[in-house]
């Protein structure tokens, strides 16, 4: 077993907010989640002065809910579990904060340019200057993963260097896009970037899902008898659900055929669905910290179906897309940070903030509305939207105003962390 030569004296940090890497990049996200819709709200009705010549807003939008919103919380998530999973100390106080500052100042970059500001240059500098910083945070992320996993030779934690080093090429062709003016590189970097992020939830969530119904099950009743939940998992379905996502992946982005993307996009639906019904208890709907994450994979499912059926159907691939991405990225990660930001901050998981229902009902508003209604009343197609940025907004703001608090504040045991 590798020996692991603990601290001499306890971490300490400026602020609590700079003790582990979830505290900020979780608050920063669903900050940045806030501003970020809003301003895709006044890019989408024409209120901002977008260079659309120099970059499509779709992908303005595109690349920061992936590279942006969600990379936010893969770092805070990936640089906690890391130091769980190898017990080496990851970068705190000001090393954090330069990590932090990084994706700052690339999305400062991102949002000048949604703006319109003008500094005298052209607008896509704004978007070079964003690529600098980019560049230093996926760097510096990979950099201290690698180096703690180098460490104590957990050499099977490499995926996740992987993973990272197929973003960071995602995020790379889209900069190159912008700057060659080809729209397909640009394309291509942003639904890479996605895909890859789906896949990275399925693959956890494969892992957490079923590990938190039985952690917030197993617990004692009113009679103070604990009963054992145990979910089902299959080896059989995690492959399956790897085979055919990776054909829908490759084919929806690379060899387009409708045959292969039917068949692929079904077959990544029905595994996921079969291990759904193996993770069911009927008592996670009296735990929205659970039936939260229940219902995100249940909206892959169905976002899933819909790719399958576009091609027959006819309606617009962006459905399919929004799906995938609200119930994958929006309703996921929030009801992550949610049970995250509790237990790694020494509160109980089984007392969430009494705004949670509220908070996970709302973004399922956003998928009803953004995905749903189109299907059935296309006529009211701009309304439907703008209900989805209004939802969206509005359960990222009650996320803050119950969960920063708890991100700021140091743990009531007093330990760090």
């Known amino acids: 077993m590798q020996a692991i030569n603990l601290p001499s004296k306890p971490p300490n940090s400026p602020h609590p907010i700079l003790n582990l890497s979830f505290r900020i990049f979780f608050s920063a996200g669903a900050l940045f989640a806030i501003i970020t819709m809003t301003l895709w709200a006044c890019v989408f009705t024409g209120h901002t002065a977008i260079d659309a010549q120099t970059l499509n807003p779709l992908y303005w939008h595109g690349h920061e809910m992936i590279y942006g919103y969600a990379l936010a919380i893969v770092a805070g998530f990936l640089l906690t579990a890391v130091k769980t999973w190898t017990g080496v100390m990851m970068p705190y106080g000001y090393k954090l904060l330069g990590i932090f500052m990084c994706w700052l100042l690339a999305r400062l970059g ?68 912008i700057i060659s003016a080809n729209t397909t590189m640009t394309k291509i970097g942003v639904y890479l970037g996605f895909y890859l992020i789906i896949g990275l939830v399925l693959t956890m969530g494969r892992r957490v899902v079923p590990f938190f119904i039985e952690r917030g099950l197993s617990i004692p009743n009113a009679a103070g008898v604990a009963e054992t939940v145990t979910v089902r998992n299959s080896k059989a379905q995690d492959i399956a659900s790897l085979l055919f996502f990776f054909t829908f992946f490759i084919t929806d982005l690379f060899y387009p055929n409708k045959y292969l993307l039917t068949i692929s996009a079904l077959g990544v639906a029905v595994v996921n669905i079969v291990r759904l019904m193996g993770w069911y ?9 659970l039936w939260s994450l229940f219902v995100a994979f249940f909206g892959m499912c169905v976002s899933f179906i819909l790719y399958a059926l576009q091609p027959w159907f006819g309606y617009n691939h962006s459905i399919g897309v929004h799906g995938l991405a609200i119930a994958g990225v929006g309703m996921t990660t929030v009801a992550m940070m949610a049970r995250v930001s509790l237990g790694h901050t020494g ?26 209604l189109p299907l059935v009343d296309n006529s009211h197609y701009l309304w439907w939207i703008m209900v989805a940025q209004g939802a969206w907004i509005s359960c990222f703001v009650l996320f803050c105003s119950s969960y920063l608090r708890i991100l700021t504040n140091p743990r009531p045991d007093g330990l760090f962390g």
């Open 347 to 372: 509160r109980s998981i089984h007392e969430p903030p009494k705004t949670v229902t509220v908070m996970f009902a709302l973004m399922v508003l956003v998928f009803i509305s953004r995905v749903l």
């Open 110 to 177: 991102w949002i000048a340019f949604g703006l319109g500001i003008d500094i005298g240059l052209e607008q896509s500098a704004w978007l070079y200057i964003a690529a600098v910083f980019d560049l230093l945070f996926f760097g510096s992320m990979a950099f201290v993963i690698f180096r703690a996993v180098w460490q104590v030779k957990q050499y099977k934690q490499m995926g996740i260097l992987a993973k990272l080093t197929l973003l960071t090429l995602g995020n790379g062709l889209c900069y190159w896009g």
């Open 281 to 289: 208890h009927h008592g996670i709907w009296h735990k929205p910290l």
